[in-house]
Structures are given as C-alpha cells and as structure tokens.
Nanobody, 119 residues
Framework: QVQLVESGGGLVQAGGSLRLSCAAT????????MVWYRQAPGKQRELVAS???????TYADSVKGRFTISRDNAKNTLYLQMSNLKPEDTAAYLC?????????????WGQGTQVTVSS
C-alpha cells in the first residue's frame, strides 16, 4: 500500500515562497510518475506540475517560471518549490503517485496541504 504525506503548506504574503514536500512509502519511488495537483474552493482540480522517474518535468502555464518540481529518490520524497506566490495560487495542494503495476498503473493520493497567499 502506497502512502503519501504532504507537508510545507501555510500562510504567506504575495511574492513570498514556500516549499512543499510529499513523503512516499510503500513502493519503489524511483519508478513512480509523480504529480502535484491543486484544488481551490469551487474550482476544478488542476495539474500544477509533474515529473517522471527519469526527471522529465512539465508545468501548468500558470506556474511556469515560478514553481519547480523535483524529487529525491534516495529520500522517497517529492518537492514543489513555489516562488513569487500570488493570491490565485491559494488552494489545497495534493500529491499524486502513478505506480506501475503488471498492466498499466495504480493511482494514489495524499491528503493535501493548504497554501494560502494573502494580498
């Protein structure tokens, strides 16, 4: 059973920075495709950034140049460095793991960590 635990959220002023972490247990982390999503009240869940096991990254247009996704396979941890935060970045940030299985993959979610950006 894969478990994902996010941390690092909080309240920050616009223009500030935060680093989110997602600690993973229960799988061979280096094989997992890892994704950060966010969900604001009344809005659809949005893919923020993703990273493959080999380190290929993708970003939503709204965060390009401000957010950086990374992973430390030795520590089984995913990160999201967020800079120049804006009030519209306020949301619950969720960690998602797509774990390879015999056919396809299985998906797991963390509980989320709240990020609130004040203007």
């Amino acid at each position: 059973q894969v478990q994902l635990v996010e941390s690092g959220g909080g309240l920050v002023q616009a223009g500030g920075s935060l680093r989110l972490s997602c600690a993973a247990t229960g799988s061979i982390f280096s094989r997992n495709y890892m994704v950060w999503y966010r969900q604001a009240p009344g809005k659809q869940r949005e893919l923020v950034a993703s990273i493959t096991g080999g380190g290929t990254r993708t970003y939503a247009d709204s965060v390009k140049g401000r957010f950086t996704i990374s992973r430390d396979n030795a520590k089984n941890t995913l990160y999201l460095q967020m800079s120049n935060l804006k009030p519209e970045d306020t949301a619950a940030y969720l960690c998602n793991a797509r774990v390879p299985v015999t056919v396809g993959f299985r998906e797991y979610w963390g509980q989320g960590t709240q990020v609130t950006v004040s203007s």
